[in-house]
């Protein structure tokens, strides 16, 4: 019998989502904005703002990247300015400052996390002294050093914009990640810890802030009885339909997370023996695992494709590490501030590679996984 496609994260239903989609269409509230958008926003609230002080405001959006355009837009981000970027990142998280006219300068990763290397930061600040931004990506769902890199933010005078795409319900010291930078964005895309099929969230403990990203989300409409727009808008609000599949899956979060920290785990268990390890995190922090990444030891004659390749043919979803932003022809032109002599991001992408971490996938699966990386070796 043919084994079915094992998978490296694919969304995970409960029943609780159909019903509140379910609610949208019995009332015909069938647009954005509505009473699931409302509510999904007050649960992420209370979510993230869990033993704070202060209460976090949330905003509904199509997408992730949309949520770190108007990050951008809000940190006022303009023509030429300079962002300094993770370098290794997915490319949602620096293509929004591009739609402003900024620059991405890209900051090289440090090896304790994979996230953006403070040394490497602070040695950008002396490059680029009047920047004024710093876009911080939480690799894998894996915090970054947030002491550090906030010290460096608040002695520069620069705002930070954390993408935590990938992480969230990851917590840093107890904090939720989501929660350090001054406008932070989250993502629910299909392949995220949880999904609305496709969304996001602005996260600010700024009100104005939150107000401000509505009226640029809505198409900038003034109040006037007619449509009357002194600013350029966009159409960027989630629709009330899938934030009824958001408010099913935040039931599930924990759960998920819990899930996914066990693949993990099972993984670091079952390759202990190969020359390989996994993707590191400070032990302060609490990932969610969204992703279980292995890095090949140095000097090990085999490649991370080789072994995609192999499981490929064992009917195994695995993906490359994502490809540092710096050796995208796209961003051939920008600079990469490093302070080890060759590119941490590089390295890692040369040598690592992310591993199914569907939490459908069972025990025995996992096992077979680990049997066919074995084999590779
Ligand atoms: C998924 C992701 C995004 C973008 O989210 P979308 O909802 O797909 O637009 C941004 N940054 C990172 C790091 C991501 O993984």
């Known amino acids: 019998m043919e084994r079915k496609r094992i998978s490296l994260a694919t969304p995970t239903m409960h029943g609780e989502e159909i019903?509140?989609?379910?609610e949208a269409?019995?009332?015909?509230?069938?647009?954005p904005l509505g009473f699931n958008c409302d509510a999904f926003e007050e649960e992420m609230t209370?979510?993230?703002?869990?033993?704070?002080?202060?209460?976090?405001?949330?905003?509904?959006?199509?997408?992730?990247?949309?949520?770190?355009?108007?990050a951008y837009k809000l940190a006022g981000v303009k023509r030429g300015d300079i962002v300094f970027c993770s370098?290794?990142?997915?490319?949602?998280?620096v293509n929004p400052v591009s739609y402003e006219g900024g620059v991405q300068v890209f900051i090289d990763s440090e090896r304790d996390t994979w996230n953006m290397s403070p040394e490497a930061l602070e040695k950008a600040f002396e490059k680029y002294p009047q920047t004024k931004v710093v876009a911080l990506a939480h690799l894998y769902g894996t915090p970054s050093k947030m002491d550090e890199i906030l010290d460096i933010c608040a002695r520069h005078n620069a705002i930070l914009v954390e993408d935590a795409a990938e992480s969230l319900s990851a917590t840093y010291k107890g904090r939720e990640t989501g929660t350090f930078g001054k406008y932070n964005a989250i993502s629910f895309n299909g392949n995220k810890i949880i999904t609305t099929s496709g969304g996001g969230m602005l996260i600010t403990a700024e009100k104005s802030a939150r107000d401000k990203a509505f009226f640029w989300a809505t198409q900038a409409r003034e109040k006037a009885?007619?449509?009357?727009?002194?600013?350029?808008?966009?159409?960027?609000?989630?629709?009330?339909?899938?934030?009824?599949?958001g408010r099913g899956q935040l039931l599930h979060l924990e759960e998920h997370r819990a899930a996914k920290e066990?693949?993990?785990r099972r993984y670091a268990e079952g390759l202990k023996d190969l020359p390989v390890s996994m993707n590191p995190y400070l032990p302060y922090t609490k990932p969610n695992f969204w992703l279980s990444c292995m890095l090949i030891g140095k000097g090990v004659k085999i490649s991370p494709m080789e072994v995609m390749e192999k499981l490929n043919a064992a009917n195994i979803e695995?993906?490359?590490?994502?490809?540092?932003?710096h050796m995208q022809p796209v961003f051939k032109a920008h600079d990469c501030v490093c302070v080890e002599k060759k590119?941490?991001?590089?390295?890692?992408?040369a040598r690592g590679l992310c591993l199914p971490s569907d939490i459908k996938m069972t025990e025995e699966e996992q096992s077979f996984v680990i049997e066919q990386i074995k084999n590779c070796f």
């Open 46 to 70: 209370s979510y993230l703002s869990q033993g704070l002080n202060e209460k976090y405001h949330t905003l509904a959006l199509c997408s992730g990247s949309a949520a770190l355009h108007l």
């Open 19 to 22: 019903g509140f989609v379910q």
């Open 87 to 93: 370098d290794m990142t997915f490319a949602a998280t």
């Open 225 to 245: 009885a007619w449509y009357q727009h002194e600013e350029i808008g966009y159409n960027y609000r989630m629709s009330n339909v899938v934030a009824g599949i």
């Open 25 to 31: 269409f019995d009332k015909n509230w069938i647009a």
């Open 262 to 264: 066990k693949i993990y």
């Open 343 to 349: 590119s941490v991001g590089e390295d890692v992408f």
């Open 318 to 325: 695995t993906r490359p590490i994502w490809k540092p932003m």
